[in-house]
């Protein structure tokens, strides 16, 4: 099982091109676009224009558009790997349970098919998407997700000196009180990093940190090129 999660901010040249190298010979790409509660057309497009071109100014990429409600099943059959955007993570992982995706994208995944996921995409991946940082505006009410790894990811993660924001909650308080209940470690992802999980090995990438929290543990930093105790 190979598995790429990203922080989710804009993939910068150093993320563009690292897509072709995780990716091997594969180059056929379902982009998920099931996380936008906007425009998904325009989303894809964006992503599209980015991905699509050559390298260096994209990353080669023949992107097909998976609509979780327009044969998405078919669209992931095509697909040589598949690519989990961003957006709401609850509105996500509803979307991937009422369409019949969530276990036929665990399947594939498991049986070799490439995993991406950018931000709500890097959240599913995990146990549960208990820790993003969206809000449940779907009212979804089932919080576990697809389990290809067994930690989970907060995106967009920013240390932040509770000094700066006096009566208010910390990221870190917050994954703290997950911990309290929950006891499978969390990534936070600052933007610009990534981490690649192949053969039961997790890595550090990208041009920011990796903070990793465990329960009854003080966190630690990692940077590109080290492997994770996760």
């Known amino acids: 099982m190979r598995v790429l999660l990203h922080s989710g901010g804009p993939l910068g040249p150093a993320g563009r091109a690292a897509l072709p190298v995780f990716l091997g010979e594969r180059r ?3 982009f998920v676009t099931a996380a936008s509660l906007h425009d998904e057309a325009a989303y894809f497009a964006r992503v599209s224009a980015m991905l699509q071109p050559p390298p260096p100014e994209g990353a080669g990429l023949e992107l097909l558009h998976l609509r979780w409600n327009d044969r998405p099943l078919d669209v992931l059959a095509r697909a040589e790997a598949l690519f989990m955007g961003g957006g709401n993570t609850y ?25 991406l996921g950018a931000s709500a995409g890097s959240n599913v991946a995990g146990p549960t998407i208990l820790t993003t940082n969206d809000w449940n505006v779907v009212a979804l009410d089932r919080f576990d997700a697809l389990g290809l790894v067994a930690f989970n990811i907060n995106p967009h993660y920013k240390e932040m000196d509770p000094a700066m924001a006096p009566y208010s909650e910390t990221r870190d308080d917050r994954i703290r009180e997950y911990h309290v209940v929950n006891a499978n470690p969390v990534a936070g992802l600052e933007e610009g990093a990534w981490l690649t999980v192949e053969d039961g090995v997790v890595m550090a990438h990208g041009t920011a940190r990796i ?8 966190p630690t930093w990692h940077q590109a090129g080290e492997r994770l105790p996760l």
Not at 100 to 106: E, S, T, V, W, Y
Not at 211 to 218: L, R, W
């Open 91 to 115: 509105a996500l992982l509803k979307r991937l349970r009422e369409s019949g995706l969530l276990p036929a994208i665990r399947e594939r995944v498991q049986a070799g098919v490439p995993y």
């Open 211 to 218: 903070k990793i929290f465990q329960p009854g543990q003080e």
């Open 28 to 30: 056929r790409v379902a």
